[in-house]
């Protein structure tokens, strides 16, 4: 009984090794229209080449998004933003921005 137990516990720990080796299941990213088709999405593509157990479910347009009501894993966005309610803010690059006419 004991050998059954191990092995059963040993088969458990493979498992849950395997599951957490690699990003795995949808990743819902919502991002401004210009900077998500030229700078972001290429990006994630090569994650995804790179994890193939990885679904993207991407989302581009310029209004904000509330995470938890818009049903999203990732909001990126372009100018300040201030921590929410239950969602923290980080700057993850800067851009020059030139206004042209």
Do not use: W
Request: proline share 4%.
């Amino acid at each position: 009984r004991c050998k059954v137990v191990l092995a059963e516990a040993e088969a458990a720990d493979a498992l849950a090794a395997d599951q957490f080796g690699e990003p795995r299941g949808k990743l819902r990213v919502t991002m401004p229209v210009h900077l998500g088709r030229k700078c972001v999405a290429p990006v994630l593509l090569q994650l995804v080449q790179q994890y193939p157990a990885l679904e993207l479910d991407l989302s581009f347009n310029d209004r904000f998004v509330d995470l938890a009501e818009g049903d999203y894993d990732i909001a990126i966005r372009t100018g300040d933003l201030e921590d929410k309610a239950g969602v923290i803010a980080r700057r993850v690059a800067r851009q020059r921005m030139i206004v042209c006419a």
